[in-house]
């Protein structure tokens, strides 16, 4: 508990609270001035929370910081049957709970700064779902949510930004070096301008280079063009090469358009597809990590493209041309540039397509069903729920599948029997008409069909009746053997209503007495505990100073130890045991320093004397330097004049050959 104090201690008396406690100071702080503290820390970490407690009311106080402890997630000590007393602590200011929380908080501030701000915008409004009913208030909702979840994709990417990118000093010597290299640059080209001037046709040399460095810059961008023609036209051949085998595909399925020929590719490609999901599925599920290994994969091959690249380039271009290295690398750093924002642009566009195609969606779902795209886990859920009622849907398509079947097998014969039937029926039908009976057997069948069913009417109403007398009886007897069983129960029952009437009466007296009994003794409770508590903190005081006091006693009797000591070595007839004296080893240390200043002294007055003539030896050796400086460049301006007139004699020689 005491490194716990001092930590919290050293903290309060840096940048930006600046309090001057100690251990003392600091243990014999009121309640509510600590509770002030408590929140000049929040208000650090929160600067909603700057206000002064004593203007607001004490559970406005305590909602305010539960809910700021609630959003940076700390966790009490102890367990959770104590936040009845942790809050009551919090509410009164004790140090056991207050304490804790300041260690807590100053040991992690900036973390708790980031989480307070991401607070403001990540915690949702709770909204009733009655009111969630409206259609406004549902899509007001909705992108509220869609504003949260941009605000955590955009606050990640700083973050990556932050972590990833170039800090300001890098880029700045970064521009330092590239301004020396200009300078550099300049500073030559100027040179070679000078050596130039001397030469007799130097513009036009100057026109001639010009032109073939502009004639490189055309055959390395005709070869640009040429790279990118070749790479449209593979494009192109491997779009046809697919349209060509879908045009395949698609003739021999209307080929073999017959079932008994379609039906069992379908069924081996459904076949494979089901193996391939079934690999896919026993891999292990890929995670950020596996991810990343694969991007700085890529990354790395592509590293290495672009130096193999850069290497053949090197080996086929002429290398006499000193600025082609940096026209390279400027020509592959704006491939690369193209190349990026064209695939930005596509990305930027699909995105956009994508996001109308999820809005459509989006606006379809809630049209068909009222509800919201489900996300996250729900959406796991209703895929999970969804395929085990697949499951259950192919089963019952199965079945229904044999059904119909089955109901088909049944109709065909059905419309057998019909035709037999009617067969049947016309031969006797013509036997009637030979014999001159005609309508005998349909007559004969209405007369059977007629008495059977009036007997069996009969029956059936023969049988109502018997069952309604039996009932009637049956219900009779059992109301009979009701009344004389429960007769004697009633009478017992009278006076127990009675009886139990009194007793709930007597029960109500009782628990009112019991309540306001036990009401007095909690608050009698209470104030116990409270005076308890005061005792102790008075107790723990009490203590404190205790031992305050010892230590100062200690350090007292230390220094009238160490002055009784020293008395008695100065007083002491022994030298060395005078030497050992801290007046004696003063009044050494007095001497040396001042036979060091002596010296110094004496050192910086031979420093003054000597600073004139050594001043002028240094001019004059400067002097010197210049002086052979001029003579080296007379000396390299009269060499490049003999160079040049070598030249030209060189050249007039070679015109009077020709």
Request: proline letters at 3%.
């Given at each position: 508990?005491?490194?716990?104090?001092?930590?919290?201690?050293?903290?309060?008396?840096?940048?930006?609270?600046?309090?001057?406690?100690?251990?003392?100071?600091?243990?014999?702080?009121?309640?509510?001035?600590?509770?002030?503290?408590?929140?000049?820390?929040?208000?650090?970490?929160?600067?909603?929370?700057?206000?002064?407690?004593?203007?607001?009311?004490?559970?406005?106080?305590?909602?305010?910081?539960?809910?700021?402890?609630?959003?940076?997630?700390?966790?009490?000590?102890?367990?959770?049957?104590?936040?009845?007393?942790?809050?009551?602590?919090?509410?009164?200011?004790?140090?056991?709970?207050?304490?804790?929380?300041?260690?807590?908080?100053?040991?992690?501030?900036?973390?708790?700064?980031?989480?307070?701000?991401?607070?403001?915008?990540?915690?949702?409004?709770?909204?009733?779902?009655?009111?969630l009913q409206d259609d406004v208030v549902a899509d007001t909702y909705?992108?509220?949510?869609?504003?949260?979840?941009?605000?955590?994709?955009?606050?990640?990417?700083?973050?990556?930004?932050k972590n990833c990118g170039f800090s300001t000093a890098e880029i700045?010597?970064?521009?330092?070096?590239?301004?020396?290299?200009?300078?550099?640059?300049?500073?030559?080209?100027?040179?070679?301008?000078?050596?130039?001037?001397?030469?007799?046709?130097?513009?036009?040399?100057?026109?001639?280079?010009?032109?073939?460095?502009?004639?490189?810059?055309?055959?390395?961008?005709?070869?640009?063009?040429?790279?990118?023609?070749?790479?449209?036209?593979?494009?192109?051949?491997?779009?046809?090469?697919?349209?060509?085998?879908?045009?395949?595909?698609?003739?021999?399925?209307?080929?073999?358009?017959?079932?008994?020929?379609?039906?069992?590719?379908?069924?081996?490609?459904?076949?494979?597809?089901?193996?391939?999901?079934?690999?896919?599925?026993?891999?292990?599920?890929?995670?950020?990590?596996?991810?990343?290994?694969?991007?700085?994969?890529?990354?790395?091959?592509?590293?290495?493209?672009?130096?193999?690249?850069?290497?053949?380039?090197?080996?086929?271009?002429?290398?006499?041309?000193?600025?082609?290295?940096?026209?390279?690398?400027?020509?592959?750093?704006?491939?690369?540039?193209?190349?990026?924002?064209?695939?930005?642009?596509?990305?930027?566009?699909?995105?956009?397509?994508?996001?109308?195609?999820?809005?459509?969606?989006?606006?379809?779902?809630?049209?068909?069903?009222?509800?919201?795209?489900?996300?996250?886990?729900?959406?796991?859920?209703?895929?999970?729920?969804?395929?085990?009622?697949?499951?259950?849907?192919?089963?019952?398509?199965?079945?229904?599948?044999?059904?119909?079947?089955?109901?088909?097998?049944?109709?065909?014969?059905?419309?057998?029997?019909?035709?037999?039937?009617?067969?049947?029926?016309?031969?006797?039908?013509?036997?009637?008409?030979?014999?001159?009976?005609?309508?005998?057997?349909?007559?004969?069948?209405?007369?059977?069909?007629?008495?059977?069913?009036?007997?069996?009417?009969?029956?059936?109403?023969?049988?109502?009746?018997?069952?309604?007398?039996?009932?009637?009886?049956?219900?009779?007897?059992?109301?009979?053997?009701?009344?004389?069983?429960?007769?004697?129960?009633?009478?017992?029952?009278?006076?127990?209503?009675?009886?139990?009437?009194?007793?709930?009466?007597?029960?109500?007296?009782?628990?009112?007495?019991?309540?306001?009994?036990?009401?007095?003794?909690?608050?009698?409770?209470?104030?116990?505990?409270?005076?308890?508590?005061?005792?102790?903190?008075?107790?723990?005081?009490?203590?404190?100073?205790?031992?305050?006091?010892?230590?100062?006693?200690?350090?007292?009797?230390?220094?009238?130890?160490?002055?009784?000591?020293?008395?008695?070595?100065?007083?002491?007839?022994?030298?060395?045991?005078?030497?050992?004296?801290?007046?004696?080893?003063?009044?050494?240390?007095?001497?040396?320093?001042?036979?060091?200043?002596?010296?110094?002294?004496?050192?910086?007055?031979?420093?003054?004397?000597?600073?004139?003539?050594?001043?002028?030896?240094?001019?004059?050796?400067?002097?010197?330097?210049?002086?052979?400086?001029?003579?080296?460049?007379?000396?390299?301006?009269?060499?490049?004049?003999?160079?040049?007139?070598?030249?030209?004699?060189?050249?007039?020689?070679?015109?009077?050959?020709?």
């Amino acid at each position: 508990m005491s490194e716990q104090i001092k930590f919290i201690v050293e903290q309060l008396n840096k940048e930006p609270f600046k309090k001057t406690f100690n251990l003392i100071t600091f243990d014999s702080v009121e309640p509510l001035q600590l509770l002030q503290v408590l929140n000049e820390v929040l208000a650090e970490i929160d600067p909603k929370h700057n206000i002064d407690i004593r203007e607001e009311a004490p559970d406005q106080t305590a909602k305010r910081m539960f809910s700021l402890l609630g959003i940076l997630k700390y966790k009490p000590p102890g367990c959770a049957s104590d936040m009845s007393a942790f809050r009551q602590g919090l509410v009164t200011g004790s140090k056991p709970i207050i304490h804790p929380i300041l260690h807590w908080l100053l040991q992690r501030t900036n973390e708790l700064k980031k989480r307070a701000y991401l607070a403001r915008f990540l915690v949702k409004v709770e909204i009733p779902a009655d009111f969630l009913q409206d259609d406004v208030v549902a899509d007001t909702y909705h992108q509220y949510e869609e504003l949260v979840e941009g605000f955590k994709t955009l606050h990640r990417e700083c973050e990556q930004l932050k972590n990833c990118g170039f800090s300001t000093a890098e880029i700045r010597r970064d521009i330092n070096a590239m301004e020396e290299e200009k300078d550099q640059l300049i500073k030559r080209v100027e040179r070679l301008k000078k050596r130039v001037d001397t030469v007799s046709n130097h513009q036009r040399m100057l026109e001639m280079a010009r032109q073939l460095r502009v004639e490189k810059e055309r055959e390395e961008s005709l070869m640009q063009q040429k790279q990118e023609q070749k790479n449209q036209l593979f494009h192109a051949e491997q779009r046809l090469q697919r349209a060509q085998q879908q045009l395949k595909d698609l003739r021999q399925a209307s080929a073999d358009a017959k079932p008994e020929n379609k039906l069992p590719k379908e069924l081996e490609s459904k076949k494979k597809t089901v193996h391939y999901l079934q690999k896919v599925v026993a891999e292990p599920a890929m995670g950020h990590s596996d991810l990343n290994e694969l991007e700085a994969k890529i990354q790395e091959v592509n590293t290495q493209i672009n130096q193999l690249i850069e290497k053949r380039m090197m080996r086929n271009d002429p290398t006499d041309d000193k600025l082609f290295l940096f026209r390279q690398q400027a020509s592959i750093i704006s491939r690369k540039k193209e190349a990026k924002a064209e695939e930005l642009q596509e990305g930027k566009e699909e995105l956009l397509i994508m996001e109308k195609e999820l809005a459509q969606k989006t606006n379809q779902a809630r049209d068909f069903d009222g509800t919201e795209v489900l996300k996250g886990d729900e959406f796991k859920r209703y895929v999970s729920k969804l395929r085990s009622k697949s499951t259950v849907y192919k089963k019952k398509r199965q079945e229904l599948a044999e059904l119909r079947t089955e109901y088909g097998v049944l109709q065909r014969t059905e419309e057998i029997l019909k035709q037999r039937h009617e067969a049947i029926q016309q031969q006797l039908q013509a036997v009637e008409a030979k014999h001159g009976i005609t309508g005998f057997s349909d007559t004969q069948e209405e007369l059977e069909r007629v008495s059977a069913l009036k007997s069996e009417l009969d029956e059936v109403k023969g049988r109502t009746l018997d069952e309604m007398s039996e009932m009637v009886k049956k219900l009779n007897a059992l109301i009979a053997e009701k009344k004389t069983a429960l007769a004697p129960v009633i009478k017992e029952l009278r006076p127990l209503r009675q009886k139990c009437q009194e007793l709930t009466q007597e029960y109500e007296e009782k628990k009112s007495l019991y309540d306001s009994c036990a009401a007095g003794l909690e608050s009698n409770r209470s104030k116990l505990e409270q005076e308890v508590q005061g005792l102790r903190e008075e107790c723990g005081q009490e203590e404190t100073r205790y031992h305050y006091i010892n230590c100062l006693k200690k350090i007292t009797e230390r220094q009238i130890q160490r002055a009784a000591d020293e008395m008695k070595l100065y007083v002491s007839a022994d030298p060395q045991e005078r030497r050992k004296a801290l007046r004696e080893q003063y009044n050494r240390n007095i001497l040396e320093q001042e036979n060091m200043g002596k010296k110094l002294r004496e050192k910086q007055k031979a420093v003054r004397e000597s600073h004139g003539p050594n001043m002028k030896q240094v001019k004059m050796w400067r002097d010197f330097e210049q002086l052979m400086e001029c003579k080296k460049l007379c000396f390299q301006k009269q060499q490049n004049q003999n160079s040049i007139g070598q030249v030209i004699q060189e050249g007039g020689e070679d015109r009077l050959i020709l």
